[in-house]
């Protein structure tokens, strides 16, 4: 259910994928930038229609999930966009905003 994705039914594999979660009292929401799904959405609702199996990857494309506190994301999350390059060329059209960059010590994507 990405913004990204040319047909419905084929997956986007990203290299990474950042979205929000936030924890309140009604339960744990999902803020996702290019999701084509309402925001915010419920984390139980969200998976369900943005998760398929992985059996049908390779499995070098299977997703991980790495969950950060945002005081560290916001400390320390940069990225130059060097991994969407090939041979010095964008592979695909980048977002139109900025770098996203840190005034601490980047983790750099």
């Known amino acids: ?20 979660m936030y924890a309140g009292s009604g339960g744990c929401l ?3 930038l290019d999701t084509v799904l309402p925001f915010p959405f419920t ?3 969200y998976a369900a229609q943005t998760f398929r ?3 049908i990857l ?3 494309y299977h997703r991980q999930f790495r969950v950060i506190d945002a005081k560290i994301y916001l ?3 940069a990225s130059d966009r060097s991994h969407m390059l090939a041979e010095g060329q964008f592979i695909a059209k980048p977002p139109d905003y900025a770098c996203i ?5 980047p983790n750099k994507h």
Do not use: N
Request: hydrophobic share 40%; aromatic share 12%; glycine share 2%.
């Open 101 to 105: 960059r840190t005034t601490g010590e």
């Open 43 to 45: 984390l139980k609702k």
């Open 1 to 20: 259910m990405q913004q990204a994705a040319l047909d419905s039914t084929v997956p986007v594999v990203w290299d990474y994928h950042v979205i929000f």
């Open 75 to 77: 400390e320390k999350f």
């Open 58 to 60: 390779l499995p070098q």
């Open 30 to 32: 999902v803020y996702d």
């Open 53 to 55: 199996c992985d059996l």
